[in-house]
Nanobody
Framework: QVQLLESGGGSVQSGGSLRLSCEAS????????MGWFRQAPGKEREAVAT???????NYADSVKDRFSISLDNAKKSMYLQIDNLKPEDTAMYYC??????????????????????WGQGTQVTVSS
């Protein structure tokens, strides 16, 4: 069983930055891919960034130049650096782990159903 715990959310003004963290209770190379998803009220959960155990990354077009995902295997942690925040980034942000997806590749479109383990979420609120 893998438990994921997010932290780092908050309320910021447009143009600000946040660094979200996700700590895993256990980490094995079986956990092929990890990702950050977000869900705004009344909207479906969407993937914003994913990373595999080799360090390959994938971003949603809407965040590509502003978000950066990374892993620290020694700390069993994943991070999401968010710069130049916009009001439309307001959402609950979740980290997730997949034992199904082996590699992140160009054109990969993550689906929440592919991710078995989820954190509780951390709220990001951006004011204009």
């Amino acid at each position: 069983q893998v438990q994921l715990l997010e932290s780092g959310g908050g309320s910021v003004q447009s143009g600000g930055s946040l660094r979200l963290s996700c700590e895993a209770s256990a980490y094995t190379f079986s956990m092929y891919c990890m990702g950050w998803f977000r869900q705004a009220p009344g909207k479906e959960r969407e993937a914003v960034a994913t990373i595999d155990r080799h360090g390959s990354t994938n971003y949603a077009d809407s965040v590509k130049d502003r978000f950066s995902i990374s892993l620290d295997n020694a700390k069993k942690s994943m991070y999401l650096q968010i710069d130049n925040l916009k009001p439309e980034d307001t959402a609950m942000y979740y980290c997730a782990a997949s034992f199904e997806i082996r590699h992140v590749y160009i054109g990969y479109e993550p689906r929440p159903s592919e991710y078995k383990y989820w954190g509780q979420g951390t709220q990001v609120t951006v004011s204009s």
